[in-house]
């Protein structure tokens, strides 16, 4: 699919009605979405959409992309096969579209064609596994190629400099600002100060989700503000949509698209409740080792994804949705389960090598088709 607003399928007219699925582009303005079933789509569809998200896992032997141990890049929250993970058939799975094939991932391609380019990962951890897995991707493509690692109190940086292409990560759990107060730690759902930093990057890839929900000692902070108003906590979607709010202003208002592609990755499953994926009693992902048949997961989409897109559907200016969470959702095998170096039951974060190399061969579609 290419960037900006999503394309469609056009209609042939000859002596017969031929449809064939070109994706014309749609230029001018974010097209709005809706969610129906397992997939999302476009409330102003004319015919039915080419669309890379919707498809299944077929096993594929030349898979993984690269190799693991290879690759320096791996923090050891996601480096599944060096903790002792004894199975590797998760690395055999390759994404099939249905309507298109999904171009095999090509690091020097990539390298070549973002050449001068900074792109900036912003988001929580799932931010982290997803940048791992690219920087992984153009290791193994360009391993004799120079690289330059630099961190601020602010973001990490990860040049390549026989390109001049930078691979940049900013923390931020909520996208929104905390801020240190007199009265404590507060969450301000209407402040973004930080877009001043993301809006001179050249490809924004924006996440937020995992810690909405977060409470107690792992809460990082201790009152939201919303609306000039001090709260001691909220509804947590509530606070999740105004938060993206604030952010989906600030894309309307400071980000120039002559210059900046913003992307916004979908919504990252877990899988901690068998009930979920019809098996019942089943408590984590400890011993899946395959993904799910078929194109559609059994208990639908999250809430979080239809705000998600009730969100973007405000943004005048283009957002590419990256909507990785159906296929994610029959990845119950890609996690680390306790194969990291905490051994803790980890079934919210990837392995990497993993599933994260299919979300960065739908992010370079998303840049480059």
Partial sequence: MGFGTQRFCSILVTFIVIYSCHCLANAGHHSSHTIKGNHVKLRKQLVTSCNVYEG????????????????????????????????????????????????????????????GKKIMFIGDSISVN????????????????????ESTDLFSTTTFLDYDVSIMLFLSHYLVDIEQEEIGRVLKLDSLKSGNIWKDMDILVFNTWHWWYRSGPKQPWDYIEDDNKILKDMDRMVAFRKALTTWAKWVNTDVDPEKT???????????????????????????ETTPMNG??????????LYVLDDVLSTIEKPVHLLNITTLSQLRKDAHPSSYNAFRGMDCTHWCVAGLPDTWNELLYLALTD
Wanted: hydrophobic content about 30%; some cysteine.
């Fill in 295 to 304: 194109s559609t997961y059994p208990s639908g989409l999250p809430q979080a």
């Fill in 261 to 287: 592609k913003v992307v916004f990755q979908g919504i990252s499953p877990t899988h901690y409740n068998g009930m979920d994926w019809n098996e019942p009693g089943v408590k984590n992902c400890a011993n």
């Fill in 130 to 149: 997803q940048r791992q897995s690219l920087l992984c991707l153009l290791h193994a493509a360009v391993p004799d190629s120079k690289i330059k690692e």
């Fill in 56 to 115: 299944t896992w077929v096993f594929d032997n030349s898979y993984p992309l690269y190799d693991s141990s290879a690759c320096p890049h791996i923090r050891k929250e996601f480096d599944c096969q060096k903790y002792g993970r004894p199975d590797n058939l998760y690395l055999k799975y390759r994404w099939q579209p249905k309507e298109r094939d999904l171009p095999r991932f090509d690091g020097q391609e990539f390298l070549q064609r973002l050449k």
